[in-house]
Protein backbone atom coordinates (compact mmCIF):
# COMPACT_ATOMS: atom_id res chain seq x y z
CA UNK A 1 0.00 0.00 0.00
CA UNK A 2 3.05 2.42 0.41
CA UNK A 3 3.88 2.21 -2.98
CA UNK A 4 0.25 2.99 -4.11
CA UNK A 5 0.78 6.26 -2.25
CA UNK A 6 4.26 6.93 -2.84
CA UNK A 7 3.16 6.37 -6.98
CA UNK A 8 0.10 8.38 -6.35
CA UNK A 9 2.49 11.33 -4.75
CA UNK A 10 4.60 10.81 -7.60
CA UNK A 11 1.76 11.41 -9.92
CA UNK A 12 0.49 14.02 -8.37
CA UNK A 13 3.70 16.34 -8.86
CA UNK A 14 3.97 15.03 -12.41
CA UNK A 15 0.48 16.25 -12.98
CA UNK A 16 1.50 19.89 -11.61
CA UNK A 17 4.06 19.76 -13.50
CA UNK A 18 2.38 19.04 -16.51
CA UNK A 19 0.32 21.99 -15.95
CA UNK A 20 2.79 24.55 -15.33
CA UNK A 21 4.76 23.52 -18.25
CA UNK A 22 1.42 23.82 -20.34
CA UNK A 23 0.78 27.20 -19.12
CA UNK A 24 4.36 28.30 -19.63
CA UNK A 25 4.08 27.65 -23.62
CA UNK A 26 3.05 30.22 -26.29
CA UNK A 27 -0.12 29.38 -27.95
CA UNK A 28 0.07 29.60 -31.58
CA UNK A 29 3.95 31.35 -30.88
CA UNK A 30 2.49 33.74 -28.10
CA UNK A 31 2.27 32.59 -24.28
CA UNK A 32 3.91 34.20 -21.15
CA UNK A 33 7.06 35.61 -23.13
CA UNK A 34 9.34 33.55 -21.36
CA UNK A 35 12.63 33.90 -23.19
CA UNK A 36 13.43 37.23 -23.67
CA UNK A 37 16.30 37.15 -25.80
CA UNK A 38 15.96 36.08 -29.62
CA UNK A 39 18.96 33.83 -29.53
CA UNK A 40 20.74 31.56 -27.52
CA UNK A 41 19.87 27.71 -25.84
CA UNK A 42 16.91 29.60 -24.38
CA UNK A 43 15.83 31.72 -27.07
CA UNK A 44 11.94 31.97 -28.54
CA UNK A 45 12.70 28.98 -30.62
CA UNK A 46 15.11 27.14 -27.53
CA UNK A 47 12.29 27.84 -25.00
CA UNK A 48 9.89 26.10 -27.67
CA UNK A 49 11.78 23.16 -27.87
CA UNK A 50 12.82 22.87 -24.42
CA UNK A 51 8.99 23.20 -23.39
CA UNK A 52 7.62 21.26 -26.35
CA UNK A 53 9.78 17.97 -25.33
CA UNK A 54 9.43 18.79 -21.30
CA UNK A 55 5.59 18.46 -22.20
CA UNK A 56 6.02 15.25 -24.11
CA UNK A 57 7.84 13.84 -21.53
CA UNK A 58 5.47 14.62 -18.59
CA UNK A 59 2.48 13.33 -20.71
CA UNK A 60 4.32 10.29 -20.88
CA UNK A 61 5.38 9.95 -17.07
CA UNK A 62 1.67 10.62 -16.55
CA UNK A 63 0.32 8.33 -18.80
CA UNK A 64 2.58 5.46 -17.36
CA UNK A 65 1.79 5.97 -13.77
CA UNK A 66 -1.92 6.18 -14.50
CA UNK A 67 -1.43 2.73 -15.89
CA UNK A 68 0.75 1.66 -12.98
CA UNK A 69 -1.80 3.11 -10.37
CA UNK A 70 -4.90 1.25 -12.05
CA UNK A 71 -3.00 -1.87 -12.66
CA UNK A 72 -2.32 -1.56 -8.62
CA UNK A 73 -5.90 -0.45 -7.97
CA UNK A 74 -7.21 -3.56 -9.10
CA UNK A 75 -4.45 -5.94 -7.88
CA UNK A 76 -5.48 -4.44 -4.26
CA UNK A 77 -8.98 -4.61 -4.60
CA UNK A 78 -9.52 -8.19 -6.05
CA UNK A 79 -11.50 -9.90 -4.07
CA UNK A 80 -10.09 -13.66 -3.11
CA UNK A 81 -10.78 -14.08 0.62
CA UNK A 82 -14.12 -12.43 2.08
CA UNK A 83 -14.17 -12.35 6.29
CA UNK A 84 -17.08 -10.44 7.58
CA UNK A 85 -18.23 -10.41 10.81
CA UNK A 86 -22.40 -10.49 9.92
CA UNK A 87 -24.26 -12.63 12.07
CA UNK A 88 -25.65 -14.93 9.33
CA UNK A 89 -28.37 -16.87 11.36
CA UNK A 90 -30.24 -13.29 12.33
CA UNK A 91 -34.09 -13.42 10.22
CA UNK A 92 -34.15 -10.80 7.65
CA UNK A 93 -36.12 -8.00 8.45
CA UNK A 94 -39.66 -7.92 6.51
CA UNK A 95 -39.61 -6.11 3.42
CA UNK A 96 -42.27 -3.17 2.87
CA UNK A 97 -44.55 -3.58 -0.27
CA UNK A 98 -43.53 -0.92 -2.19
CA UNK A 99 -46.64 -1.57 -4.68
CA UNK A 100 -48.91 -0.82 -1.45
CA UNK A 101 -49.92 2.87 -0.99
CA UNK A 102 -47.26 4.84 0.41
CA UNK A 103 -49.38 7.22 2.28
CA UNK A 104 -51.56 5.41 5.10
CA UNK A 105 -55.11 6.59 5.05
CA UNK A 106 -55.75 8.85 8.22
CA UNK A 107 -57.18 7.67 11.13
CA UNK A 108 -61.08 8.24 11.09
CA UNK A 109 -61.78 9.96 13.97
CA UNK A 110 -64.39 8.76 16.06
CA UNK A 111 -68.17 10.00 15.79
CA UNK A 112 -68.94 12.90 18.32
CA UNK A 113 -71.39 11.71 21.12
CA UNK A 114 -75.03 13.21 19.98
CA UNK A 115 -75.82 16.10 22.19
CA UNK A 116 -78.71 16.09 24.44
CA UNK A 117 -81.13 17.95 23.93
CA UNK A 118 -81.47 21.05 26.78
CA UNK A 119 -84.48 20.82 28.82
Known sequence: ???????????????????GVVLMQRSEGGGLGIGSSPGGAFGARG?????????????????????????????????????TTLDRSAPAPAKPDLLADPVPAPAQPAPAAPASPAQ
Not at 3 to 15: C, D, M, P, R, S
Open 1 to 19: MSLFVFLTVIQALVAAALV
Open 47 to 83: AADFLTRTTKWLAVAFVSLSIVLAALAARESSVGNVT
